[in-house]
């Protein structure tokens, strides 16, 4: 599986948007970028997937850079319950079904 | 949909005994996951079944670690003779068998103490 490089933590106060990059320049022309986040004593929660272009839902958006090989996942408006361990990951349409962790980014929201 | 349930939430135990966790699915979920994940990390894969068919094992999954899923609903993972190494959180997940991108439902883990 082709790998993401995303920073290990990042800080936002509460109500302000939020933009987490992740990087994937070995991206194929398959994969389907997707996140899951990981809140504190719970499993992971799916949040968005996309493959070109940008996708928005009740949680966030996910911008997808034109050649695909960065992402960039959007809060509009963080609050308390948005803090958590974000992870981006590549998940290639044929294959693999299993989806491959990384150490993702550890969101903290600012009061 | 009353999510992917785990039991127990949490288990300790002595070097050297076995230990078997539960998984339930999310009903018609065809697919059914094993991950695992210590501190600081994310969950790793150990193992995804179709139905009944365990259809991949990762190297993670020592001869000492077993997972069914008899009929194809709810699964087991059992880790004989642990070790202090194996104390982490056992992630089950499950996925509708509509497509190779659906996502998956986590349930909330069983955390392993090993002492």
């Known amino acids: 599986d082709a790998k993401t490089t995303q920073p290990n933590s990042m800080e936002s106060n509460e109500e302000e948007p939020v933009h987490l990059p992740c990087n994937h320049s070995?991206?194929?022309?398959?994969?389907?970028i997707h996140w899951y986040r990981q809140l504190p004593s719970q499993g992971p929660e799916y949040v968005i997937h996309g493959l070109t272009s940008n996708v928005n839902n009740r949680m966030a958006s996910l911008a997808i850079a034109e050649d695909r090989k960065s992402s960039t996942l959007i809060l509009h408006r963080a609050t308390l319950r948005d803090a958590a361990v974000y992870y981006c990951i590549l998940r290639s349409n044929f294959g693999n079904e299993k989806l491959t962790f990384g150490t993702g980014t550890r969101l903290t929201i600012i009061p | 949909d009353t999510g992917v349930s785990q039991d127990p939430r949490h288990k300790i135990t002595k070097r050297g005994q076995n230990v078997t966790f539960r998984c339930d699915p999310i009903?018609?979920?065809?697919?059914l996951y094993w991950y695992r994940q210590t501190l600081g990390q994310g969950p790793e894969f150990l193992t995804y079944f179709q139905n009944e068919a365990q259809l991949e094992k990762s190297r993670l999954l020592s001869d000492r670690f077993s997972a069914e899923r008899p009929k194809g609903s709810f699964s087991t993972l059992e880790i004989q003779r642990t070790e202090q190494g194996d104390s982490a959180m056992y992630l089950c997940a499950s996925s509708p068998l509509q497509g190779r991108n659906e996502k998956l439902f986590f349930g909330s883990g069983t955390q392993l103490s090993v002492l």
């Open positions: 009903s018609e979920h065809n697919r």
């Open positions: 070995t991206i194929s022309g398959t994969d389907y």
